[in-house]
């Protein structure tokens, strides 16, 4: 299998869209200040966030700054936008080198793409946004030193979602005493980044928010539930499984606590429940919507 970083993220959004939690969402359209909006998203991967918003109809007239650090993802996101505005029956245009515009008669949303380290970013940033967007991006942060950073990119509002937290979970069982080791050290790997990284920022980020000064305006889970219906995966939800699998695969290879054969036997197992269609996968994370404090301002 060709396992490639765009093509994951592309995979994860049928996911993504049953997972990020409605409430929360609620609550992100209802404080919304009137448009043109400024909008800042930080760990954009390939910009499916800017065009499930627009797909959502949550943003009609804004700016859209996205921003990671894989030069990859930005020429995926920059090249792709064309294609998936016409799927949504808007125009594209290119307006600059790191420039489009997507737009029909009501709606006019400007992307800047911009390939850079989060923290070169917040360097560099004049101006900041009305939303700070980070999905699946925080839970990769030294935590809690880069949320005060974080936070002066925007003015008001900050919309963090599918913040990992701590649960992670493949059925059916293949060994109890197995899986739950392969999950324990699947977890410490995370924790144990040198970027930075929480297996429970989910849970840790009331406190964190609250220390750097943001109030919590809505927070609730957005976990990511995978299966099968008639022994089918929706979409590309199979290749995301195997994506998650060769995850984990990367993370323990050659791990001391890990058994080399029976953890190899164990992949194969569960590659073969994503080929029947039998493999559930449930990781747990969470969704927040804080408005910055105004002490940070
Ligand atoms: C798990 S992916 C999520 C991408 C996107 N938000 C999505 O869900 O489709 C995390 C993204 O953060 C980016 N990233 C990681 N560290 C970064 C950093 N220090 N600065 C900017 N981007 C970073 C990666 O390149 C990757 O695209």
């Not at 650090?69 to 029956?89: F, L, Q």
């Not at 929706?234 to 890990?258: N, T, W």
Request: charged content about 25%; glycine content about 6%; some cysteine.
């Amino acid at each position: 299998m060709d396992y490639s970083f765009p093509c994951y993220l592309l995979s994860k959004q049928s996911i993504d869209d049953r997972a990020l939690n409605k409430d929360v969402l609620s609550a992100l359209r209802a404080n919304l200040p009137n448009e043109p909006l400024r909008i800042i998203e930080v760990g954009a991967g390939v910009g499916t966030m800017v065009r499930r918003l627009v797909r959502w109809d949550v943003i009609r007239q804004c700016e859209y700054v996205m921003v990671d650090e894989m030069a990859e993802n930005i020429e995926y996101a920059s090249a792709w936008v064309k294609a998936w505005a016409e799927e949504a029956g808007l125009s594209a245009e290119r307006s600059g080198e790191n420039q489009a515009r997507v737009f029909d008669q009501s709606r006019d949303v400007r992307i800047q793409f911009e390939r850079a380290d989060v923290f070169d970013f917040i360097q560099k940033n004049e101006e900041p946004a009305d939303l700070l967007i980070a999905h699946a991006f925080l839970d990769l942060l030294p935590m809690p030193q880069a949320l005060s950073p974080l936070l002066t990119l925007t003015n008001g509002l900050a919309w963090l979602t599918l913040n990992f937290d701590g649960v992670t979970t493949f059925e059916p069982t293949i060994e109890a005493a197995l899986d739950a080791r392969i999950e324990r050290l699947y977890h410490e790997t995370m924790d144990k980044r040198s970027t930075g990284g929480d297996s429970r920022s989910g849970r840790h980020l009331f406190g964190y928010l609250q220390n750097a000064g943001a109030e919590i305006l809505a927070a609730g889970a957005s976990d990511w539930v995978v299966f099968a219906r008639e022994g089918a995966y929706a979409d590309d939800e199979a290749y995301f499984l195997h994506f998650i699998l060769h995850f984990v695969e990367q993370s323990l290879r050659g791990h001391p606590e890990l058994n080399a054969g029976e953890f190899a036997e164990w992949l194969k197992v569960r590659r073969t429940q994503i080929e029947r269609g039998e493999l559930v996968y449930i990781a747990h994370q969470m969704d927040f919507l804080v408005e910055r404090g105004s002490s940070d301002q």
